[in-house]
């Protein structure tokens, strides 16, 4: 018999300036509880209205960590790695890795990227990318829902992403009073974020709006679970995430995750010795097309 989830607590993160400049809105829908949100460490809703050619972003480093990003709006990153609307890229930093995010031209862009955390005997894992285009999601088209899953797998669905820990990663569309059932495992922690329109989800119907954050109520046993998620009057789409809690202790400082306070400053010095390699320059078994 599969557990039927419901949303357990609901949140409306702040709107706030960015720190790319003029027209930079960031929100911060994960980052102040990672007891309550493993494996998720942070995830940041970034618009940017960008209306001058004055470079915004750069390469930085990072180590101990994979970001998930999914582009729904504009384009971002290096020749080597260039991101497009609706194109999904997984980065394992492991030992330590420079990648480079420069905005130089107006444009019109919005990026979720998630900090996802890598178990303790990964942490250290050689750096890899793994790009998946829009034109190789999985699409699955039924009664007024369209789901495209970028990770994990998801009603029928499987995304070629290969994974350390165990992670779903949706987008659902949904026409106005269109119905889903989303098959999830029981012992994912889980949250929805509504990216237009408003939606009821859950056993007990709990109503979402734009720009809201839904997390599911969590359980310690592995098994089956459903989650009911209901467009309202108008059309409405989320983003869905669902990992794998690793039950691990995390510090984090800057650009880096570690297993305690005194890795951090050894990572600091591979970094200013040049000893973290770029992403675009690690070799081409580490750069993985989907």
Do not use: C
Not at 121 to 139: E, F, I, S
Not at 187 to 213: C, H, S
Not at 224 to 233: I, W
Request: avoid cysteine.
């Amino acid at each position: 018999m599969k557990t039927e989830r419901k949303i357990i607590r609901t949140e409306t993160p702040e709107a706030r300036p960015g720190f790319l400049g003029a027209g930079h809105i960031a929100r911060q829908l994960v980052g102040a509880d990672f007891e309550a949100s493993d494996p998720f460490i942070f995830l940041m809703d970034d618009v940017l209205d960008k209306k001058d050619t004055t470079p915004s972003g750069g390469a930085h480093p990072h180590a101990g960590f994979e970001t998930v990003s999914l582009l729904l709006e504009g384009e971002i990153g290096d020749e080597a790695h260039k991101m497009h609307s609706g194109d999904f890229q997984l980065m394992t930093t492991g030992s330590g890795v420079v990648h480079t995010e420069t905005i130089d031209r107006p444009m019109q862009l919005r990026l979720l990227q998630l900090w996802l955390n890598l178990p303790r005997k990964y942490r250290t894992a050689t750096p890899r990318v793994q790009d998946l285009p829009l034109k190789h999601v999985p699409v699955l088209d039924e009664k007024g829902v369209q789901i495209r899953l970028y990770s994990g797998a998801l009603n029928g669905l499987t995304a070629p992403v290969h994974h350390y820990v165990p992670l779903i990663v949706a987008d659902v569309s949904l026409e106005a009073g269109a119905t889903t059932v989303l098959d999830l495992p029981a012992q994912y922690n889980t949250f929805l974020y509504i990216l237009e329109g408003g939606v009821t989800a859950g056993a007990d119907e709990q109503p979402l709006r734009k720009e809201q954050v839904g997390w599911l109520d969590l359980f310690e046993e592995a098994g089956p679970s459903t989650l009911k998620v209901v467009a309202k009057e108008e059309k409405a789409r989320l983003v869905l995430y669902a990992g794998l809690p690793q039950h691990e202790e995390i510090v984090v400082h800057g650009p880096f995750i570690a297993d305690s306070a005194d890795a951090i400053p050894e990572l600091y010095r591979q970094y200013r010795a040049g000893r973290m390699p770029h992403i675009a320059t690690v070799p081409a078994a580490q750069r993985i097309l989907l």
